[in-house]
């Protein structure tokens, strides 16, 4: 009977001493966090990507609630809705971000791009990026061996066996940049989502003279500048033979498409053209025509209605 | 007991078919492509103009830098384009191309084959001399050769080891040039010996060239200074590392260089090339090529021009069997397959491969099954399948630990794996990032 008596006042005891010593030890080795921190993480999207810089959201959250700015902090997963109410919770502001996606910018699918050689390494881009230049004549095009899409954690893309091109599902895509540096060949880049989703951009990233990349690859940018001259807003620029569409600057105005010579500046999610612009033989000897007058004498205004009513009267 | 390198090491079939084939000038093409980066370093600045007519041995590229290296007109014509041509590597480069018009040599060099013995510059002159003729390390590493030569402040050049080990299978290149080109080699020997101010040289060769061997030591028999040192036939024996623990039993540390353990290490075809720019003022315009396979009618060497593309030389030589599904630039361990045939030769090409289709294409890929062979044969005494895993996984403070710097791409381990996986590929890329992260950490 003692035993026992004597088992259970030592155990107490020993449990009294271990308690005191833990209340103490977590009073004064007090790990002082800012609540916020925990608030910011549960308003963020947990996906733990890594697409903001950070490794992870708390980290993420860290950040936020330690800036003075939040500027240069954004969740691309979350959007601005996140940056919204992270910004609520610490008592801050942030402008509005433009969504962006990740946008594949070549176009070198198998009919556009002969096979030059044949290619059985690794099946991995960044090791036949290091070992050649491609299997087509295209050394800057698509190696199509998808390591942006086992990159990709948001199951935004996959690889479209007829082309032999990545594809990124739109409504998946939450620019969080993996893919963009999975690309060996620096192949993807995140745009502005835009109005209704409807984006233009050049689709070729050859850097070659423009007789060789159209020897290689049908559909790659030449560098030819029509689409330069075209521009009204200064929003292409060309640089190593190859344009590039700023967009921020573009106004999606659809003209640089059709003067292109080789199809190699895309526009996605735009309605189908209007009856005159349709077909593309007919309209382009009307571009030629009126190009001349319209850069020397008329204001932009006038150009507009000067090549609609040309249009209608060459249709008649 | 023959002496090698202690660690790992493998030993394929050597298929020497063109070895004891006399060497033979290759005939000009119409056009040659001259390359300005085909060292390790910084392309070089070109000099020549569209248009402009050049000479034999003309000065048409010129160094950019402290390791880069100058290059000349390997034929005499016009120069018909500067562009992007694609060379072995399989990317575009840029490119002199000029078009051949008769062979017309500068009076400046020396084209006589009369053995000049006296070396009459001083050491500082050799090495300038050795600079402006752009020569760089003709194994096929094409690391600039006078960079060797200057022995860095506070460290003492004791020994020079002249490789002549070509443990690659197929190339024998350096074999034909030790037989033939004896006597110059060892001039050329004595006049790095010179430069660097030392006494005692080694000449490491295999023993499955017992010709040269024999040769080397009939002509070096008054020169006890020059030791040839036959070595047991294992591949990477030609790698600097393995080298240098074969012939003086020494161990480079990880991530220094040669000089430290007091040696320097220069190939034979680099000292034939020395001996050229030194004796006979002529700049580096041409090399020794094998071209080889196993169902190519001629296997045999080739005096080459830098520039020629590769498909002349082939069509010289005795024309592409039908049965070719690969042609390599270089030997079948280091080599690079080619996308284009008119890849120039440059100053690293030191073979030509054909392949047939039998034995062209990889194995498929399978797991691996943790038998450790690539451990065993790793010259480096690197783990490569750990290396391969870190590497897919992209956990490069792991790389850098496991020293996967020091590996020397000789590719035993990809050799010698079962199961067929790309081992090397996948470690070139750790290296590749690792070398990045390294790299911006000094700056």
Redesign the interface.
């Known amino acids: 009977m003692s035993l026992l008596v004597i088992t259970i006042i030592s155990l107490c005891a020993i449990g009294v001493v271990a308690a005191i010593i833990l209340y103490v030890a977590s009073k004064k080795f007090h790990v002082i966090e800012d609540p916020r921190i925990d608030k910011v993480e549960e308003a963020l999207p947990a996906a733990n990507c890594g697409g903001c810089g950070f490794p992870g959201c708390r980290a993420f959250a860290e950040a936020t609630v330690k800036a003075d700015d939040l500027g240069d902090l954004y969740c691309p997963v979350g959007g601005s809705d996140t940056m919204a109410k992270v910004a609520s919770i610490l008592g801050q502001e942030v402008e509005d971000k433009k969504r962006q996606i990740a946008v594949l910018r070549c176009n070198g699918a198998c009919e556009h791009r002969p096979k030059?050689?044949i290619y059985?390494?690794?099946t991995?881009c960044?090791?036949a990026s290091?070992?050649?230049?491609?299997?087509t004549g295209c050394?800057y095009g698509c190696l199509g061996m998808g390591e942006c899409v086992d990159a990709c954690n948001f199951n935004a893309m996959y690889m479209d066996e007829s082309t032999g091109l990545p594809v990124v599902i739109e409504d998946n895509c939450v620019a969080c940049n993996a893919c963009v540096e999975a690309c060996p060949k620096d192949l993807l880049e995140l745009r502005n989502v835009g109005p209704k989703s409807r984006r233009i951009f050049v689709s070729c990233r050859n850097e070659?003279?423009g007789a060789?990349a159209k020897k290689s690859c049908e559909v790659a940018c030449i560098g030819c500048s029509k689409c330069f001259k075209e521009c009204k807003f200064d929003a292409i620029t060309i640089a190593n033979n190859l344009a590039y569409i700023d967009d921020d600057k573009c106004v999606l105005c659809r003209k640089c498409v059709p003067v292109c010579p080789t199809n190699a500046i895309h526009e996605l999610n735009f309605p189908p053209r209007r009856e005159p612009r349709k077909d593309k033989a007919p309209a382009k000897p009307k571009i030629e025509n009126i190009e001349k007058p319209i850069v020397l004498k008329k204001p932009k205004e006038e150009v507009k209605d000067n090549q609609s009513t040309n249009d209608i009267k060459k249709e008649e | 007991m023959l002496k090698t390198f202690s660690l790992g090491g493998i030993h394929p079939p050597e298929n020497k078919l063109s070895a004891r084939k006399g060497l033979k000038d290759l005939p000009l093409p119409k056009m040659v492509t001259i390359p300005v980066s085909q060292h390790i370093g910084a392309p070089a600045k070109i000099l020549v103009k569209r248009g402009e007519e050049v000479k034999v041995g003309q000065l048409i590229a010129e160094s950019a830098g402290f390791i880069s290296a100058n290059i000349y007109a390997s034929v005499s014509g016009k120069v018909k384009k500067i562009d992007q041509v694609v060379d072995a590597s399989g990317y575009r480069k840029e490119s002199i191309v000029i078009s051949v018009e008769g062979d017309e040599w500068l009076d400046t060099i020396d084209r006589s084959d009369i053995l000049n013995k006296t070396i009459e510059l001083s050491p500082q002159e050799i090495i300038d001399k050795v600079a402006e003729a752009g020569i760089v390390g003709l194994g096929g590493a094409t690391f600039p050769a006078h960079v060797k030569l200057m022995v860095p402040p506070g460290k003492k050049a004791e020994v020079l080891i002249v490789n002549g080990v070509e443990c690659e299978p197929y190339l024998t290149s350096d074999h034909q040039l030790m037989l033939e080109r004896g006597e110059q080699v060892i001039v050329g020997v004595q006049i790095v010996l010179k430069a660097l101010g030392i006494d005692k040289a080694i000449i490491g060769i295999e023993n499955n060239k017992e010709d040269a061997i024999k040769h080397l030591r009939m002509i070096t028999k008054n020169h006890p200074n020059i030791k040839i040192c036959p070595l047991k036939v294992q591949y990477p024996q030609g790698g600097e590392k393995q080298l240098i623990k074969a012939t003086i039993d020494k161990e480079v540390p990880s991530g220094a260089l040669p000089i430290e353990v007091g040696a320097v290490v220069q190939n034979v075809a680099t000292i034939f090339a020395i001996y050229e720019a030194v004796q006979k003022n002529k700049p580096l315009i041409s090399r020794i090529v094998t071209v080889t396979g196993k169902s190519f009618s001629n296997p045999s060497n080739w005096r080459c021009r830098i520039g020629i593309p590769i498909s002349h030389l082939i069509e010289q030589a005795g024309g592409l069997p039908e049965d070719t599904e690969k042609v390599i630039s270089g030997g079948p361990m280091m080599g690079k397959a080619l996308t284009n045939l008119d890849a120039p030769i440059t100053k690293g090409t030191s073979g030509v491969l054909l392949i047939r289709s039998l034995e062209a294409r990889r194995k498929e890929m399978q797991n691996c099954i943790r038998c450790c062979k690539c451990v065993r044969v790793c010259p480096m005494g690197l783990e490569p399948y750990l290396l391969m895993q870190l590497t897919e996984r992209n956990y490069h403070d792991r790389l850098e630990k496991e020293d996967v710097m020091d590996c020397i791409e000789c590719g035993s381990c990809s050799y010698t794996c079962p199961s067929y996986r790309p081992l090397l590929d996948y470690i070139r890329i750790g290296k590749k990032d690792v070398g990045q992260i390294m790299r911006s950490r000094k700056k």
Request: aromatic content about 6%.
């Open positions: 030059t050689n059985d390494g690794a991995s960044s090791v290091l070992t050649y230049g491609g299997d050394e070659a003279k060789i």
